[in-house]
């Protein structure tokens, strides 16, 4: 009797109501940021949590481990940006003893002075952040003359082996003129472009017209190149991006299109801020404190379970234009620098 009990009751607590596992745990490390991406964060900051609110090193790694304990293969460390925390080494030397593929997302503007540390820990893929090849535009949109130290260091990282993926958000009239500049840099070089569309989030001042869809991007692919060079790759499982290459580019590139065609179906990712809260959609209101529960020395175990239980099956609940277009919907979530993408 016990036995069968416990078989109906082994669902794995990353498994949701729609069968969806979720073997990826997405880790903010940090709220604030060196940049200042208007996408990103609200030009009048946001309300930062106070320093003794956010996850130490161990509790970072505590959390950590009971995710990988549930079956989470696989964590990306984000922010705000990752590498301005002061314990960043101590933080990867921690999770490397875990059993995961560790990964970083970074605007790289420091991350040359991170080389070692990211080799030493095994860390060998790197996102990057870089939505203008023109140093004007990269600062109008950043707030911060970085163009030079971020694309060197895109650079650096190539040449140091990491394997290395741009994300660009494309808006339109602002760096929409640059898609075949960024596919082109992937001639001689071997990264993967993705195109992200501007999604909405609290306090970036969204707006559909301002996005540039796959349909539109594509479009703009297929004028300039001839049929038989543009190539559709096979996405990976659980692959975010539709990925395709120029016939005889070292590099490919691809979209992520969250805004026109979802990939809920395929989603593995859970979210964990740097205050500790799980977050079961990038786009989801909701959110559960593992944190709190962590220091009163309770398991955080039921808590993720009753998080993953209640995901949404489409973008945390706002699954048409129509909502995902109603600031008071989207107002309700974080910004993202405080969520990490
Ligand atoms: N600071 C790091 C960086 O920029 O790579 C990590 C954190 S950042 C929040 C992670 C990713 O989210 C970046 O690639 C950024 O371009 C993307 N992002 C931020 N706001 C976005 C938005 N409104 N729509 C789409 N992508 C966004
Ligand atoms: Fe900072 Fe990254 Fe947000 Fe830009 S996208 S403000 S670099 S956290």
């Known amino acids: 009797m016990t036995n069968t009990n416990n078989i109906v009751n082994s669902k794995s607590i990353l498994k949701d109501n729609f ?13 604030r940021c060196n940049l200042r991406c208007s996408y990103c964060m609200p030009a009048e900051g946001v309300k930062l949590s106070p320093k003794s609110h956010l996850m130490t090193s161990d509790e970072i790694y505590n959390i950590a481990k009971t995710f990988v304990k549930h079956g989470v293969k696989k964590i990306r460390l984000t922010g705000g940006e990752p590498l301005i925390r ?11 003893t875990l059993n995961v593929t560790l990964s970083i997302t970074s605007n790289a503007v420091i991350i ?56 660009v958000v494309l808006m339109k009239g602002f ?10 840099l992937t001639k001689d070089l071997p990264i993967s472009i993705r195109f992200i ?5 609290d306090g970036n001042k969204w707006d559909k017209n301002k996005m540039v869809s796959y349909k539109e991007i594509m479009a703009c692919v297929n004028s300039t190149y001839k049929t038989n060079e543009v190539i559709r790759l096979t996405d990976a499982k659980n692959d975010t991006t539709k990925n395709y290459k120029i016939k005889g580019y070292k590099g490919s590139f691809g979209v992520i299109s969250s805004v026109t065609n979802p990939f809920c179906d395929s989603c593995n990712r859970l979210r964990l801020t740097a205050n500790g809260k799980i977050k079961n959609c990038l786009f ?6 593992l944190l709190t529960t962590l220091r009163e020395g309770k398991s955080i175990e ?6 993953v239980e209640a995901k ?9 234009l129509e909502k995902l277009q109603e600031p008071k919907l989207h107002n309700q979530n974080r910004s993202m620098i405080t969520i990490g993408g």
């Open 175 to 184: 760096n929409d003129n640059e898609i075949i500049n960024f596919i082109n």
């Open 86 to 96: 002061k314990d960043i080494p101590v933080i990867l030397e921690k999770l490397a």
């Open 112 to 167: 040359d002075k991170h080389i070692a540390i990211l080799k030493q820990n095994n860390v060998n893929k790197i996102n990057i952040s870089l939505d203008s090849l023109d140093r004007k535009k990269f600062k109008e949109i950043t707030l911060r003359d970085q163009f030079d130290k971020v694309y060197s260091n895109l650079l650096l990282l190539v040449e140091e082996d990491f394997e290395v993926k741009v994300n």
């Open 302 to 307: 039921p808590v993720i379970k009753k998080a």
């Open 284 to 289: 989801s209101a909701s959110e559960s404190d």
């Open 312 to 320: 949404f099956k489409v973008r945390g609940g706002m699954d048409t």
């Open 197 to 201: 569309e501007f999604m909405p989030f």
């Open 19 to 31: 069968g969806r596992d979720h073997a990826y745990l997405r880790i903010s490390l940090i709220e």
